[in-house]
């Protein structure tokens, strides 16, 4: 097996199927950047399946971020806290490794990152994303790019459907044929995503090769959804219009991907998660998500493979506050927003009664947190149970100081990652975040992708939640049981 001396500058090469990488050490840890895994999906593989990356000649040098998928940066509001890294080229099927020195005989336990952004935005050249500290404590940490917007999520005839996760897909079967060439246990792969990224983990645990793939499954502020094509499409059909064609993919392939990309801002301006609006969303598909991953998981999908799942205590936070839309709410809205999701008028009266001194925009943003994630996740969790399948439940709690973001959607990335000093962690958490909170959190995950217990009891009847709080960070049965059954019923 593959072994790295650990010297800082030393420039290690590892030969698999495709050729030879030349990586470096850094912090006693090796790193292999730019790995194509798939195809550049370009010219006639444009709006097609991932095929597999040519070989080449000599040796390639992956000490540098590969190109990233196209993408438009944030705007507005949101870009003041979450970065954009856009990498130009074709090859932008390809994923980062940050491996341990390895000695001895054994293979390491693998994590595969995928990232979020509303399957729009993100990539693996992200500081925040950087897997030293994975690697730091003996995990193989891989993190692949995918496409995303209208280049990997479109609805259109004559294309296949979810291309951004069907390059998932590709990704992990690289890894199960290469990442022992890495010290990587393709035996003890733990699969993790967070927002979208958690939104495909929920998918691809509930697709039918799963337990050939991955053993370990982590989700974090992940919709457990995929929409019927016609409505996963919106974005799709009106892109067509606001570009005067038809849905289809020969019309889409006469528009370069900055053309795209341009018609995409347009039709999605003002649009959030939260408010709504055209956006992207997975798509049910015979091939890929046969069924909507939360009734497949429910009815037994992924019952073999170990997750740990959570969200944190004030998602919306992330849309509401930096915006400044949390205080433009009024009990209009409120109704109006209660009625599209299936809130009962006596759920809104318990969450603001439960709230006192909280502002209208803050109680529908804790109730979309429920309604879209931690019910949800209870569900799920439940359903498990009754399978006998292993489930450990969290919640991030720490309240951010920055933009009064609180524990807010994507807060706890850096906790996770062990990076609070990268500029990503910083844009989200400040300067003043708890390391003991980071070292806590990021050796559960640790822990759970190396033996499949992050350190607290799974779920079951008592509905253990690991709370994250940044002071004792307790385990606490049942939190908010009157909430959650308020908005179940």
């Not at 925040?128 to 993190?143: H, K």
């Not at 822990?447 to 992050?454: E, K, L, S, V």
């Not at 009847?461 to 908010?480: C, E, H, I, M, Q």
């Amino acid at each position: 097996m593959t072994t790295y001396d650990g010297e800082t500058g030393s420039a290690p090469i590892v030969t698999f199927s495709a050729g030879q990488v030349r990586g470096e050490i850094r912090d006693g840890n090796a790193r292999f950047l730019g790995i194509p895994f798939a195809a550049a999906p370009v010219g006639p593989l444009r709006f097609a399946l991932p095929a597999p990356a040519p070989a080449w000649e000599g040796v390639r040098e992956a000490t540098a971020p590969g190109a990233t998928a196209p993408q438009n940066p944030y705007s507005g509001a949101l870009a003041r806290i979450l970065p954009t890294v856009i990498n130009t080229g074709d090859d932008f099927l390809n994923l980062n490794i940050f491996a341990p020195p390895v000695h001895g005989d054994g293979l390491l336990p693998v994590v595969v990152w995928f990232h979020g952004g509303s399957l729009q935005h993100g990539s693996n050249a992200l500081d925040g994303y950087d897997g030293t500290a994975f690697a730091r404590d003996g995990i193989v940490f891989v993190a692949p790019n995918y496409r995303l917007g209208a280049e990997g999520f479109s609805v259109l005839a004559g294309a296949p459907l979810n291309l951004g996760l069907a390059d998932q897909l590709a990704a992990l079967r690289w890894v199960q044929a290469e990442i022992s060439h890495f010290g990587g246990n393709p035996d003890s792969v733990t699969v993790m995503g967070q927002s979208a990224g958690g939104n495909t983990v929920a998918a691809l645990l509930a697709h039918p090769q799963a337990s050939s793939l991955f053993k370990r499954a982590i989700i974090q502020s992940g919709p457990l959804m995929a929409q019927p094509p016609k409505d996963a499409g919106r974005i799709t059909r009106a892109m067509a219009k606001d570009l005067g064609v038809p849905a289809t993919r020969d019309a889409f392939m006469k528009f370069s991907p900055d053309q795209l990309l341009a018609a995409q801002a347009r039709v999605i301006a003002g649009s959030t998660p939260l408010t709504g609006g055209a956006g992207f969303a997975l798509a049910l598909d015979p091939g890929l998500i046969p069924a909507n991953p939360i009734v497949a998981l429910e009815s037994g999908a992924g019952s073999g493979i170990d997750l740990l799942i959570g969200t944190t205590s004030e998602e919306a936070r992330l849309w509401l506050v930096p915006t400044g839309l949390v205080m433009k709410i009024t009990w209009f809205h409120l109704a109006v927003a209660r009625r599209k999701v299936g809130i009962s008028a006596a759920a809104v009266k318990l969450f603001k009664r439960n709230r006192p001194y909280a502002v209208l925009g803050e109680v529908l943003g804790d109730l979309a947190t429920d309604k879209l994630l931690r019910v949800p996740m209870n569900q799920v969790a439940d359903a498990r149970l009754a399978r006998g399948a292993a489930t450990f439940v969290y919640e991030f709690a720490w309240p951010s100081p920055v933009e009064y973001l609180r524990a807010a959607h994507a807060v706890e990335l850096g906790f996770v990652f062990d990076r609070l000093a990268s500029p990503d962690s910083l844009g989200l958490a400040g300067a003043t975040a708890p390391q003991d909170l980071a070292t806590d959190m990021h050796r559960a995950w640790v822990n759970f992708a190396a033996t499949g217990d992050p350190g607290w009891e799974p779920w079951s009847l008592r509905r253990p939640v690991k709370t994250f709080d940044g002071g004792s960070n307790p385990v606490v049965s049942a939190p908010r049981e009157d909430e959650r059954a308020a908005i179940t019923m």
